[in-house]
């Protein structure tokens, strides 16, 4: 479901779920991590991260373990993983990027959007909330009154849009994103090691105060959770509570 190219010093890691539009499970995440621990040991100078298909991800496979903890904490130590990679990752967004999608995209440094794509975070219609670093970073790469609109609204975010906020650097395909990296692979590695770590040091990683911890807790614990899934699963609009 991952798979792996190397071209020179760029290493292309692909999701390559199509027919679950590339969402994530246990066995996603479990072998994207491993693809970027081999590219990096493998001296890749720069990673390219796209999905097959349509989609770039469709975010956690909400038919699998998404609802349980031991997924989400794989989740956070992937994105911690990817953020933390010492090469600059690339992610080449060829279509959707929806949720736990999205959070892998703001986790690279870069992103190229095909005209297609775009990303959102429609948590509040299924009853959970996403961290608080997802929020953090999502304010630092689009600015507080499109992320409240994407969070609060749940509205999505075009490429056009995207670009003239700079939450994507670049318009293009794969090959765009590829080409990019091969450039970027072969300036000096420890300047771009550098400004990966002030970068990324926007405080998108500071602890959160107990109250907003335990806020998104309550909304992974509550019956409007259990709500959504049977709505899925009966296929009908949920009816929210607030319990």
Not at 113 to 131: E, L, T
Not at 168 to 184: H, P, S
């Amino acid at each position: 479901m991952i798979v792996s190219s190397t071209t020179g010093n760029v290493t292309t890691i692909e999701l390559a779920r199509e027919e679950k539009r590339n969402a994530l499970d246990e066995a996603m995440v479990r072998d994207l991590s491993q693809a970027f621990t081999a590219a990096v040991d493998g001296g890749a100078r720069a990673i390219v991260l796209t999905g097959r298909g349509k989609v770039f991800s469709a975010g956690a496979d909400l038919s699998g373990p998404v609802y349980q903890e031991s997924f989400l904490d794989q989740l956070v130590a992937l994105i911690e993983q990817i953020e933390s990679t010492p090469v600059p990752v690339i992610a080449a967004l060829n279509g959707a990027a929806l949720g736990a999608g999205l959070q892998l995209a703001m986790a690279a440094d870069l992103r190229v959007m095909a005209g297609k794509a775009f990303a959102g975070i429609p948590a509040a219609k299924i009853g959970v909330a996403v961290d608080e670093w997802t929020i953090r970073r999502l304010v630092s790469l689009v600015g507080a009154g499109q992320a409240r609109g994407m969070l609060i609204g749940c509205e999505p975010l075009s490429s056009d849009r995207a670009l003239t906020l700079g939450f994507a650097n670049r318009f293009g395909d794969l090959d765009v994103a590829q080409q990019w990296a091969a450039e970027i692979a072969g300036y000096a590695p420890l300047t771009l090691r550098h400004y990966k770590l002030v970068l990324t040091g926007d405080g998108a990683r500071d602890d959160a105060p107990d109250e907003r911890v335990a806020a998104m807790r309550s909304a992974w614990l509550s019956d409007d959770v259990q709500e959504a899934r049977a709505a899925r699963t009966e296929k009908r609009a949920p009816v929210f509570t607030g319990r």
